[in-house]
């Protein structure tokens, strides 16, 4: 009966050794293929402008100077474009209204 706990032991070193071995194999393979971990999206200029003014205002910050960061600006929609948006929000509601009575 010893002999056979012994044997276990040797099967399960054994197995737990070659699972390591197969993670390194695959982790070898996903770097070969370049199918490991990706960044997703990518960030716009003005994106990387805006966090590299801010960068430059915390530092300025540090070093006791006062540094102004330009606002974005607002957008601003068009006459025709709020009507038509308020024209589909009433039809929307109509509709929710005509649904709620029958």
């Known amino acids: 009966m010893a002999n056979l706990t012994q044997i276990l032991n040797q099967l399960e ?14 982790n070898a393979l996903s770097a070969l293929n370049g199918t490991g971990p990706s960044r997703r ?9 805006r966090i590299a003014a801010a960068q430059r205002a915390r530092w300025a910050k540090v ?3 006062v540094v102004s960061i330009t606002a974005r600006k607002k957008r601003k ?10 024209a589909a929000q009433k039809a929307r509601w109509a509709k929710w209204r005509k649904q709620q009575k029958g």
């Open 77 to 86: 929609l068009s006459a025709a474009a709020l009507l038509h948006i308020r």
């Open 41 to 49: 999206g990518t960030m716009s200029a003005a994106g990387r402008a």
């Open 63 to 65: 070093k006791g100077k």
């Open 13 to 26: 070193q054994e197995r737990t050794r070659l699972a390591s071995e197969l993670a390194r194999l695959n």
